[in-house]
């Protein structure tokens, strides 16, 4: 009669272990899924930002057009797009991003000194392509800083952190922010 017990308990310890051992896969599968959807985010940010980039060569030629070949507002675009294009991280691609968004707004507030620049199809084209692929970058900077703090809380929680540890996930700096006071 008392090793009755053991024939009702061994099979409820199999199913807990079964299930804690199944809720941890589960847990390492959303995680590992939530980075994946990070890296895939990231990477529509960094082509939307080179695509940005790719377009500065357009816009100081149609520029230089209008504005003396040595004005003071193409240095900082060029030293921007220098930036991102030696930025081999996330970090340094998205401050270089920042700075040019500085520097562009610098030469799109310039432009209103010249009425043909002003008025040039090119530029106008330009511009609105800018705002365009500027909306994009922020949009998806949002959802990844989203991903990005989500990720982070779970691997930090319980029982994200065993995962994380097992698995050797690490945390994921978000992207920074002026607007929020982190750009530094």
Known sequence: MHGDWIWLAVPLVVVAVLAF???????RRSLLRTRIDMDKTWAGIDALMKQRHDEIPKLLGTCRGYM???????EPITRARSDYQKAQTMQEKSLANIAMTGALERVFKI?????????N??????????????????????LFNE???????R??????????RKARLEPREPIPNPEMGDEA
Not at 21 to 27: E, G, K, R, V
Not at 68 to 74: G, I, K, R, S, Y
Not at 147 to 153: G, V
């Open 121 to 142: 199809t090119n530029f106008v084209k330009f511009r609105k392509q800018n705002v365009e692929l500027e909306r994009n970058i922020e949009e998806q900077e949002e």
């Open 155 to 164: 691997i930090r929680g319980f029982p994200g952190s065993m995962v994380a």
């Open 68 to 74: 003396p070949h040595d004005h003071e507002a193409f």
């Open 147 to 153: 991903l990005a703090h989500t990720y982070n809380r």
């Open 21 to 27: 051992l199944a809720f941890l896969s589960n847990t």
């Open 111 to 119: 432009a209103a000194d010249y009425p043909g620049l002003k008025s």
